[in-house]
């Protein structure tokens, strides 16, 4: 039997390559995963053993501690412990790690950054690569990253200011430039270190993340002992060894880095699961092409165990390699990831790639039995071919009862999954929602094989009138109803998911958009702490700016009003140019047409809507019309700017309304917000924008890795397309000789092929778009229902359906290139006589 | 050129060897032959004689070694692979010993597949006649595998005739039939002859098929050893017997696996 075995994997060889590539690609995104995952840790552990290089026992605080302006409130054990813990004899040395966010100001540049205190020498663990710690408040250290990203060198000046409030900046001279860390998990802010007391300022927020303590001629574990004893009574404290507090925050970071690699390996699970439909799927046709060797090894006295062995023998040598292939590829990818990781854009720095051989058996282990899982419906099915098949061409027999179970058994899953699904979406929430996701869409991939074929037989019909390699593609397409299904079922799991994420996030990102436009329906406003308000240079200077696209000034007085029977009473009114308004604001705006003033209904005292109200200013009085309006701000009125200036004598300007472009990027919004506050110092900007740009920010970031993610499952899906493709042209290959003898050309030949890729791509890509949408529905109502009062409706970005549909049939139609090359390569006497 | 004219396939020291060096086969070594139009020729010869390799490099389904071919006054060994399915598709037929049809479509279907191709309109009353002729009628809606042998081969024929190509090539077409429906097959091709002035080339090894045919052309070892004018069953035998004496060193199947 080996002699068959060997016979066999040589002629199949080639046949199998594309579900290798399948499994080599699911295996080293396991691997990958598994082994950035570890990598990670590594380095979390490396950065921390760095950070306590000189401290011998940490004092850790188990809760945050924040210093605030008021002592009694403060919540700063540590800094309170540290006198006690000098005091000791065994303690050589020790400090408080202090840390507060502040806001950078170098040139007209601003950025975040935070700012550490210098360590006492005993604990200090920062290195300087040029000039000197700082010797007084007015000077810093600044990492050598952000020193080269802001283009300093010593001795320049820059300010700094609290992040919380962003005024009060002082001044500080960079004297040191300190060595980046070789590798770590930072913020990727710039890093000052400045003496503690400027941190002793209470606005800057400071938060205490730990007390270094170096021990003198002791031992750790002793030390550990004594700073306990000393420290004894203070709450929220941990006294711990250096190893011990590498351990217990490696712990806690990698507890996120957990979180992570299971929602990766969510994703590899999903490339794995379209890895074993697109191996199952090859074994079931090479099956069924090899029935009559099969039979006749059956003939000359095989055992079924002996096909099967066959089969599985085939399988296992398939999954080593492949694994093996796919263990490289895993290792390839997550060294370029890392390496990736360490140039300077990235906040995260991963360090040198551990590779860990427990996980690399682990995907090896993956791979190899995915692949023999799923080569055993495949060759049970080979053990039915019976030895008289041998003699006449018959296929194995689907029977009756397997078609029939199939059909129950998917109606039963989709029926309990969708019911389910339904009331999750619309009662109960996410939870349930998720479980019956799952399970309908087991059925649907089950039924997927009975109806698949029909589909494509009908689409089939659509387009076989246009010309004869047309209907032979469709019919070609459903010749083979259950490995047409298969290879479709594949890419209908890439393409529903893919299109459920897409639908959810643009759903998503278009409710918050429009949330974000009722609360604040302008994108940036500007106002002046100047009591004289803006002037009319001022307002162009910012107009002016590029990347605003609309401006209303907004301009303010103080108004007596009265009427019959209600005696004057004032308001501060806002004076707008309604055309104005309504181009700047995103959703309806507040504005007050001529001869009329607008007021919340809550500041009536006794003035009615619709009658006339009289207006009195510091330049004189008219008659205006009372409009109540719910939506208007309570505590002032709203009346015409032109209206105002009859009234006011000297109206000031006190807010800039901008409407910026729809596009505007968060970093554009910036630009502009940093033009306007450099035009004035008393500038304050504020509006929609940024919070709009920062939410399209992280949902986009989001979409992107999630679809760099699923791409993964689709390339094998498409691989899977041309893998059947081109197990069905060798099948044909003497009916492709034959229409070659007939008059088929070389173009119509690869057409018919390509058409019948398309067929397939699309059928699939239609039925996972329209899933896809119903899934998104299902989740966001769930989603909406869990998080309360939050409303989500399903928005479909139909320009990126289009391009999900187009772009699944071009991999379609690029997936029977490579089968048409082989199916034109043979002459069509070649072809025929079946050499 | 005139003198070509009158032939509807030619071929002129045609010659196609297999391989390289001391190994190669030739397996035509240097043909000339021409078939007139409206003439059945039968091409016989022992086995491995060269008879199918001849068919296909006269169909243009082969490349040669060298030598040239002409269908219809056209030389096709000078064609690109375009050109010559387009001549293919409209001027020559074919029959095989098996797998003639594609399997996806009807027998209706793939009597048109050359037409269709071609975008050629269907002439119906000439479908009808071989329709009828043939006695497909009622089959016409049938797949290839829900026909018997004789039938498909059948179809094979009308599929052949309906495009009303310059010549038809048969390699052993009744190879796989019984005697009744051979004859079938045979009466066929005869009649297209006889009645309708088309040309057939016939490979065959049976001497019953030989005497349907105009002219026996024999083949040994890759050349020609002979040619029979009107011949009978009596005629052939006596013919294939003298051509295999004079190649001793051709064994009948010895060369084959
Ligand atoms: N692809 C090939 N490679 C090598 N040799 C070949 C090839 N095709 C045919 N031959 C050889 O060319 C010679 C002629 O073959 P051909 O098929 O034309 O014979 P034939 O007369 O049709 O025989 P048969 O009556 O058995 O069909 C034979 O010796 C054969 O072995
Ligand atoms: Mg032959």
Redesign the pocket.
Known sequence: MNIVLLAGLRTSLARLVATGLAVALSVGFVVATLTLSTTFTRTTEQTLTANMSHADVRITPTVAMVATSDPRTSTDVLTDVLPRVLALDQVAGADVERLALVELRSGSTRSAAQVATVLDESVRWQQLSAGVWPATVAEATLDQTAVSALGLTLGDILSIAPASTGVGAINVTIVGITSPDSAGVGTGAPTLLMLPAVLDNPVYFPVSTGVLVAGDNIAAADLVGAVSAAVAGSPGIVVQTAAQAVDYQTGELSGSGTILTSILLAFAAVALFVASMVISNTFQVLVAQRTREFALLRCIGASTAQVRGLILGEAFVLGAVASAAGVALGIVGAGALAALSRTDSSTLHLGELVTDPLQLALGMAIGMSLTLLSALSPAHRATRVRPVAALRAVEAPRTATSFVLRAIVAAALIAVGGYTLVGGATRSGLGLAVAAGVISFVGVLLASTLLIPWIVRVAGLLIAWTSVPARLASLNASRNPGRTASTAAALLVGVTLVTMMVVGVTSVRTSVNDKIDEKRPVDLTVQTDDPAGFTATMVGQIAALPGVEESAVITAGRLGLSADGVAEFQLPARGVVPEEARAVARSAPTVAAAGEIVLNPSNARGLTDGTGVTVRGSGGERMLTARFDPAAQPGQVVVTAEDLLVVVASPTTTQVQLRLSDTASGAEVQLISSGIMSLGEDLVVGGGAPERTYYAQILDVMLLIVLALLTIAVVIAVVGVANTLALSVLERRRESGLLRALGLTRGQLRGMLAVEAALIALVAAGCGVVLGIVYAWAGLSAVALQANKLSLSVHLPWDQLGIILGGTLVAGVLASVIPARQATRKSPV?ALSG? | MSESQRFAASAVELRKS??AGDSA?H?LAGVTVAFPRGEFAAVM??????????MQCLAGLDSVSSGQVYIDDVRITALSDRALTKLRRDRVGFVFQSFNLVPTLTARQNMLLPLSLARHRVDRAWLDQVVQTLGLADRLKHRPHELSGGQQQRVAVARALLSRPAVIFAD?PTGNLDSAAGTEVLTLLRQAVSQLGQTVIM?T?DPVAASYADRVVM?AD?ELAGELANPTVESVLSALAQASAASPVQPATS??P
């Open positions: 070649n050499r | 297999y391989g086969v397996a010869g022992p086995s491995g004689s060269g008879k199918s390799t001849l052993e490979v090894h083949l890759g060369s084959r």
